[in-house]
């Protein structure tokens, strides 16, 4: 189930963004991401104080721009609150695509401090979206971290994979029909996650030439991306590298250490 995202603003009094999705045909409307995009369509609705017409209008502008104008309900209060300088325009200036990708979380301002919480999905949009946050900001604001990397998508890949090795014939690129078994499943697995980004890696035992295992273990993982482009998936959301016998699992002194080490790895982003 996924959870409401609350984004709260406290002056004086308090401004209050909470959201909810459309039903899904079949589905009971209990809720959704607020930084969703590629889920049901998105309702922000905004309540609270503003200082004045200025500060609504401005952070209503950029929530328009951001989520749609149809999708924005607006229930702010003008007046009764005395706001920072520039708080209007700071408060807008977070207000990025860039949050969205934030999931079952709450952006809260208090003058000058704000903390931010919620779900991403990985580590490097987690750094991105607090060093935007401390870049967008003036020193004077106090940014609280408080955002965390959600390992369900990656977990769901790698129970799909359950320690599997998608297997090649010999020495070559060409996948094994076992290994085409392995990445049918994995090409549904990868549908239901909608990953932005996934990353094939590819990976061989210490026999041979090391410029040859590399090169192999690119072959292998263009093979790979080729095969889920061919289920569906697209193109443009692989990125595929090769490690040769660099990073092995096992020793590669036995045959079942080797074979485990002749591996495709998958890392899901966002």
Do not use: C
Request: aromatic share 4%; no cysteine.
């Amino acid at each position: 189930m996924n959870h409401p995202i609350h984004i709260v603003f406290r002056l004086a009094a308090s401004l209050l963004f909470t959201t909810a999705a459309a039903p899904v045909a079949g589905q009971s409307n209990s809720g959704a991401s607020m930084f969703a995009p590629d889920q049901s369509i998105t309702k922000v609705v905004v309540s609270g104080a503003v200082p004045d017409e200025a500060s609504k209008s401005a952070i209503l502008t950029k929530l328009h721009q951001v989520y749609g104008t149809t999708n924005v309900i607006d229930q702010i209060d003008v007046g009764g609150v005395v706001a920072p300088p520039n708080w209007s325009a700071n408060v807008s200036g977070v207000l990025t695509p860039q949050i969205r990708s934030i999931r079952k979380g709450q952006l809260a301002i208090n003058g000058t401090n704000i903390a931010l919480a919620g779900e991403v999905s990985d580590e490097r949009t987690r750094q991105s979206i607090a060093t935007n946050f401390a870049s967008i900001l003036p020193n004077t604001y106090i940014v609280k971290d408080g955002l965390r990397v959600s390992v369900a998508s990656q977990t769901l890949i790698d129970k799909v994979l359950a320690n599997r090795v998608i297997e090649f014939e010999h020495a070559s690129a060409l996948l094994a029909n076992s290994g085409k078994e392995i990445l049918d499943e994995l090409a549904e697995a990868l549908k239901t996650v909608a990953a932005k980004r996934i990353d094939v890696i590819g990976h061989t035992d210490s026999i041979g030439l090391p410029a040859r295992n590399l090169a192999l273990s690119r072959a292998r993982a263009d093979s790979v991306k080729i095969y889920l482009v061919a289920k569906g998936l697209p193109a443009a959301s692989i990125h595929v590298s090769g490690l040769g016998a660099d990073q092995p699992l096992m020793s590669n002194a036995t045959e079942e250490g080797r074979r485990r080490n002749r591996r495709i790895e998958f890392r899901i982003g966002q």
